[in-house]
């Protein structure tokens, strides 16, 4: 749910930022396909609280810590070695 949820937001968001692709793509193949490429590399934070253990922590918690490792991924950030401000 979470995936289908950014997946949704930032296709939505490029449809708004670049208007011609109404007119160019109506089927919104190329806003899902961008949408795609960044749900892929973002942590899932359902995946990572089964990892975490035989009692996984709430999900609230997880996806908490998971803040900043998302934003400097979907950023393009992760590779950097740039840490962001907390």
Known sequence: MVGEFVHILIAENI???VPALAILDPTDVVAGFV???VVKVLPNPCAEAVKR???PPRL???A???LTTTVTQALGLGDSGLELAA
Request: hydrophobic share 40%.
């Open 15 to 17: 449809k708004i930022a």
């Open 35 to 37: 949408a795609n490429q």
């Open 53 to 55: 253990g035989p009692e």
């Open 60 to 62: 609230a918690d997880v």
């Open 64 to 66: 908490r810590d998971l």
